[in-house]
């Protein structure tokens, strides 16, 4: 399975976009996927090294930028599984993040809708390659 399958997992009525990195900011899922999040490599690498932080500082005090949109981080939160960071662009939508051991999954949901359904798929998505030692 190639890692842009993945995206089909997350993408619902309310999800309009996601995509895979690793935490060293490599990008795994591709822009041949319609709904690829076109994350530049200069945003993932930042990514990568801002969940490397145990307290995720990083987003909590200069927001989440992610295709050329800064996200407001809303809550971010450490578990001994992985971790969870949700972030909110007025007129724009919200933004989904799990971390794994190894991978970044990240998702959008379009302005006006609950993201509670999407935070659900990109937990289970990363739930699934945590079991899978990713």
């Not at 190894?102 to 079991?131: C, N, P, R, W």
Request: contains cysteine; aromatic residues 6%.
């Amino acid at each position: 399975m190639s890692w842009n399958n993945y995206i089909d997992r997350i993408i619902s009525s309310k999800c309009d976009k996601a995509a895979i990195i690793g935490i060293d900011g490599s990008l795994w899922t591709t822009n041949n996927h319609p709904n690829n999040w076109n994350i530049t490599a200069s945003e993932a690498s930042v990514i990568g090294k801002a969940v490397s932080d145990p307290n995720l500082t990083v987003f909590q005090q200069s927001g989440i930028i992610v295709d050329g949109v800064k996200y407001e981080c809303l809550r971010a939160e450490l578990n001994s599984d992985n971790k969870m960071v949700l972030g909110k662009k007025k007129d724009d939508g919200f933004i989904s993040i799990q971390i794994t051991k190894t991978a970044v999954i990240i998702a959008h949901t379009k302005e006006g809708e609950s993201h509670g359904d999407t935070a659900v798929a990109v937990e289970q998505i990363a739930s699934y390659l945590g079991q899978s030692g990713i």
